[in-house]
C-alpha cells in the first residue's frame, strides 16, 4: 500500500504546531485581553449570558492570512 511513515509523521508535525498555536493563543489572551476588544457582542441578563466575539474574530482572520500569505507566498 505504501510507506505509512510519512503519514505518520506528517500527523505528528500538524498535531506539534496546533499545540504550539494553543499555547501562544492562551498567552496572547492573557498578555493583551484577545477577546475583550471593543465591538465584541456581550449580552448579560440575570442567568444568561451571550458573547460573540466579532472583532476578536475579524482580527484573527487578518493577523493569519497575512502570516499564511508571507510564508506559503510562491
Avoid: A, E
Avoid at 498555536?21 to 489572551?29: I, T, Y
Amino acid at each position: 500500500m505504501g510507506d505509512w511513515s510519512f503519514l505518520g509523521k506528517m500527523l505528528l508535525g500538524i498535531g506539534l504546531l496546533l499545540v504550539l498555536m494553543g499555547l501562544l493563543l492562551l498567552g496572547m489572551g492573557k498578555l493583551f485581553s484577545l477577546g475583550r476588544l471593543p465591538g465584541d457582542i456581550y449580552f448579560q441578563k440575570g442567568s444568561f449570558t451571550f458573547y460573540f466575539p466579532l472583532v476578536t474574530s475579524i482580527l484573527l482572520s487578518l493577523i493569519l492570512t497575512i502570516i499564511l500569505n508571507i510564508f506559503l507566498r510562491r
